[in-house]
């Protein structure tokens, strides 16, 4: 359970960095992934576990370019 925790901590640390590295604001971004506000920000926060789900991961590795082994590095 810890270490699930401190996966979904670094998740969002790393989804905060990126979308910062854009200049982007939490709504602009979720805006153009069409992604829930009020859930991308549980997600940086790293408190959003299991709502976490694979399609809006995708959405995530595509807009960055990056792999999923970048978003938990």
Do not use: H, P, W
């Not at 910062?20 to 069409?34: E, F, I």
């Not at 940086?44 to 991961?57: D, K, V, Y």
């Amino acid at each position: 359970m810890q270490e699930e925790r401190q996966l979904f901590k670094k998740i969002g640390q790393n989804l905060k960095k990126l979308r910062k590295g854009r200049g982007l604001s939490q709504v602009k971004l979720c805006s153009a992934l069409d992604i829930d506000t009020r859930s991308y920000i549980r997600y940086e926060q790293g408190t959003s576990r299991c709502n976490l789900r694979l399609t809006t991961m995708m959405k995530f590795l595509r807009f960055y370019r990056i792999t999923f082994e970048d978003l938990i590095g």
